[in-house]
């Protein structure tokens, strides 16, 4: 997630690092824009030419315990936005895009060991985006608190929350493999504590239902004898990539678009996130009633 940079409005001094969403909000007072809180119109509504006669210049920086190939930026307003990572030059043209159409994705250069260094600059108006980002690629990622660095992405994972495990803010579908010996009996699968939308249970490379109500178990008959590759896959949820990650509060009735620009009190420098994936081994049983 690439949430935090440094800033200059079209010339200048770079401003100290912030989250990006409060650069939106001091940058739309500066200009006398209107704030995109809750009670603004959706842009649909503005029926404005959008002019955007301001260049905004962001400056990331990372570190990488290892050089990592085949990156890809995933961003909004990209056929606004030039950039370069590490001094060459970004072809924004997109390949694809993450999660939704307006989230474009787009080829970087090799992301080197050590410090690195992406700078955007983005054509800025009253009806500019300006959101969250995100590097993808084959990396983990490891959290300390409000900072954040790539590292090697893990081979194998254990039971228990899978954001500890190198995938902090990954939003998608995690299967779980293993392999099962079995006498030809049926089986009885329960996973008593995971955390996510639901669990999708195969058995050799055929889906056999889901585990989303109690009792969180799920009867697999017709069982082959011998060993028996079970996969279990947690659905995810998009909140540790796209919720409230600096919100406090845990006890909240309910929660608007200005939740993800609190202050005071209400925000963390250090990241907010959700436990994720199957949080306790799963439990099989042959002889059941």
């Known amino acids: 997630m690439l949430d935090r940079c440094n800033y200059v409005l079209d010339n200048g ?6 989250d990006m969403l409060s650069i939106d909000n001091r940058l739309r007072e500066q200009m006398g824009y209107e704030k995109r809180s809750e009670f603004a119109a959706q842009p649909y509504v503005d029926q404005e030419a959008d002019i955007r006669d301001h260049v905004l210049h ?3 920086r990372f570190f990488s315990e290892e050089a990592v ?12 936005t030039q950039g370069e990572l590490n ?7 997109p390949d694809g895009y993450y999660v939704d159409e307006c989230i474009q994705t787009i080829p970087l250069t090799d992301v080197k060991a050590g410090e690195n260094e992406l700078v955007l600059h983005m054509q800025f108006g009253k009806r500019t985006n300006l ?19 790539l590292c090697k ?29 079995n006498g030809g009996q049926d089986m009885l699968v329960g ?5 996510g939308a639901a669990l999708r249970v195969s058995l050799n490379g055929v889906k056999k239902g889901y585990i989303a109500f109690l009792p969180d178990e799920i009867l697999i008959t017709d069982v082959p004898v011998g060993k028996n590759t079970l996969e279990i896959t947690c659905l995810g949820n998009r909140f540790n990539g796209f ?5 406090i509060g845990d006890d909240l009735a309910w929660v608007g678009a200005d939740s993800w620009r609190t202050e005071g009190n209400s925000w963390a420098e250090e990241y907010q996130l959700k436990p994720m994936g199957i949080l306790r081994a799963p439990v099989i049983r042959t002889n059941h009633a």
């Open 13 to 18: 001094t770079y401003h100290e690092e912030s």
């Open 58 to 60: 962001l400056k990331f």
């Open 69 to 80: 190939s085949g990156c890809r930026l995933a961003l909004e307003e990209a056929a606004y």
């Open 87 to 93: 001094g060459n030059k970004i072809d924004m043209n």
């Open 131 to 149: 959101e969250w980002m995100y590097l993808l690629g084959e990396f983990g990622v490891q959290v300390m608190g409000p900072e954040k660095k």
């Open 153 to 181: 992405k893990p081979k194998t994972l254990y039971f228990g929350n899978y954001g500890e495990q190198g995938f902090p803010f990954y939003t998608g579908n995690l299967t779980y493999k293993m392999e099962v010996d």
């Open 191 to 195: 996973v008593p504590y995971y955390a």
């Open 243 to 247: 919720g409230q990650v600096h919100l």
